[in-house]
């Protein structure tokens, strides 16, 4: 199995495509937030140092975030493959993660665009609904995203409530600044010859997306 990088604007569905290939293959789904939020959790000497910076709002730096993935790519579950969430987000930290991985013989595999218009992203933003108990996310557009009763999740039957920063101005705002910060990012894996760039469309769903997706892994 190769690893993957998802490059992916707000509402491209890249949360429910890393969910689908971790659950279908068994490779972790490694995400740098999760990453920082367990080692706060932990109450560490880092995770202290972390949660204070995030409590001030001071970034965290790349090499805290560049440390805690490579303790997490020891373990062995990541072997066979895992999915890159989160990281990097731009061309310095693409070279240092190119250099970890170098140093710990790992393959850098493939990375995956999921291109999706604005409209279409805000459209799906707008529409959806997550669970204040559990967390789960769902989105009333997509069939087979979908909540299976309208208003209640899923997996704890608690009642379903929309994001409070899911509004279209924090939207519009968000999407212009991930474009822009990720458009040398891209040109980077182009050069490469490891990106794949999946057009998002409303006429797929996220089964059609997977399929995609799995098809460029057989590659």
Known sequence: MKNIIFI???AAGKGTQSKLLSEKYNIPHISTGDLLRDEINKKTQLGNSI???ME????ITD???LSLLEQRLIEKDCKDGYILDG???NVKQAIAYDA????????????IFLDIDKDLALERTISRVICPKCGASYNLLIEDVKPKTEGICDRCSSKLNTRSDDNKETFLKRFDTYLEK???LINYYQDKKVLKIIKVTKDKSAMDIF???EGILKK
């Open 182 to 184: 990720t458009s040398d």
């Open 100 to 111: 970890l991985i170098n140093k710990m013989n790992k393959d850098l595999g493939v990375v």
């Open 8 to 10: 992916a604007p707000p």
């Open 211 to 213: 399929e995609e997706i």
């Open 63 to 65: 090499e805290v975030v």
């Open 87 to 89: 990281y990097p987000r």
């Open 56 to 59: 001030q709002g001071n970034l």
């Open 51 to 53: 949660k204070k910076d």
